[in-house]
């Protein structure tokens, strides 16, 4: 059941928010930096015909030109495909399989539970794939209170 807001829980001054804010603001600066930017750059230069080498001033623009022409590009939609393909073909693989190292480590009859489980997190940490890492970790440890 969740908890209500108490009035002593809410904060009365703008002060007792300032430390709140003050920590989040190197997460924006990066977070803008790194995303929104990038991002903003990306959507900027589809619209010039732009090689990445030069001023972008000096590229012609081209409007919604490359946008028609990735979408006749047979290349494009079979990248498309094999992109979500793979992406399905990973998730149908690797979550089962995630699922049943998890409910294997939380057997009782396991020797050794501690270290496979210790095995187990290691290899999570280290994975390439960050995604079904997190469902994993999360359900060997999730009934230990880990």
């Known amino acids: 059941m969740p908890t209500r807001a ?9 002060g007792d928010l300032a430390w709140a804010y003050i920590a989040i603001i190197p997460f924006m600066i990066l977070f803008l930096a790194f995303t929104v930017w990038p991002l903003l750059r990306t959507v900027q230069f589809s619209f010039f015909e732009y090689n990445g ?3 972008l001033e000096r590229a012609p623009m081209v409007g919604f030109k490359n946008f028609g022409f990735v979408a006749k590009d047979p290349v494009f939609h079979q990248s498309y495909v094999n992109t979500w393909m793979f992406t399905i073909g990973q998730t149908l693989i690797k979550l089962p399989f995630s699922f049943l190292v998890a409910v294997l480590l939380m057997q009782p009859w396991l020797r050794l539970r501690g270290f496979f489980r210790l095995e187990a997190a290691g290899f999570l940490a280290t994975e390439p794939d960050r995604e079904d890492r997190t469902v994993s970790a999360a359900g060997t440890f999730a009934a230990t209170g880990h």
């Open 53 to 55: 080498i030069g001023a």
């Open 6 to 14: 108490t009035s002593s829980s809410i904060p009365r001054h703008r």
